[in-house]
Every structure is written in C-alpha cells, then in structure tokens.
C-alpha cells in the first residue's frame, strides 16, 4: 500500500506537477476570498449579486471544460495550460479596472467579464492538471 503513494512521488514529472498544483491551488484560493471582500466593501455590492457573479463564473467552467478537453485532446494538456494560466492572470488584472478610482459605469459589466475570464480559466488549468496527472500515474 505504501509502494502505491511513494512510487509516484519518485517520479520528477510528477512531483513537478504537484508543486504546480499545490501552488496554483495556494494562490487561487488564498486570493479568492479578498475578491468578495473588495466586492462587498469597495464596491458596495450586496451578497446577492456576488452570488449570481460566483454561479456565472461556475456555469462557464462547467461550459468550457468540454471545450478544453478537446482542445487538450487535440493539441496537449501543457498547451491548454500555456493559456488558460495567462488567461487568469488576464482576469485578475481586470480587477484593477473596476474602480477607476471609484466604481463606474462599466463596473458591473466588467465584473461579469471577469467571472466569465476566471471560469474559463479555471476548467482550462484543472482540466489539463488532472489529465496530466491521470497520464503520468501508473494504473492509467
């Protein structure tokens, strides 16, 4: 059983992968919550419309994870993630933009381009990490 868990460790793809997944995961979810925060305090939004922003965000991961998996299908998974990693980065910069310096016209619309970017984002990275996973383990 032991064998089982130690023997993937052994492998330097693999334990490259994990740093990327352990890191990615780390910032991700470190970051997520202050995005609410900023929603709700800065932006004066109620915890309503910040719920309809977060289901944009899942109903577009779930849309595009069969997009990217034929994509990575076609292609590669490092290719899937050699975009969808800068398209996140793409979608937190936008932050910067909803309030300039205060909130505008354009903050709403702009959030909801944002949700959609990070949704599709974040099918395109777990999708490629899993496959990527699922090919270097052994029982596959």
Not at 33 to 59: A, D
Not at 84 to 93: D, E, H, N, R, T
Not at 104 to 113: A, I
Request: overall charge positive.
């Amino acid at each position: 059983m032991t064998q089982l868990v130690i023997q993937p460790v052994k492998d330097l793809n693999f334990r490259t992968l994990l740093v990327f997944i352990a890191l990615w995961n780390f910032a991700v979810n470190m970051a997520g919550p202050f995005f609410i925060i900023y929603m709700m305090k800065r932006l004066e939004l109620s915890l309503s419309f910040i719920s309809i922003l977060t289901v944009t965000s899942q109903i577009t991961t779930l849309y595009f994870l069969r997009i990217w998996g034929k994509l990575a299908d076609r292609y590669s998974n490092k290719s899937v993630l050699g975009v969808s990693c800068p398209l996140f980065l793409v979608a937190v910069i936008g932050w910067t933009f909803t309030t300039m310096p205060e909130k505008h016209l354009l903050t709403v619309p702009l959030l909801f381009l944002i949700q959609i970017i990070t949704g599709m984002a974040l099918a395109g990275v777990n999708i490629a990490s899993v496959n990527i996973a699922l090919k270097l383990s052994s029982l596959v």
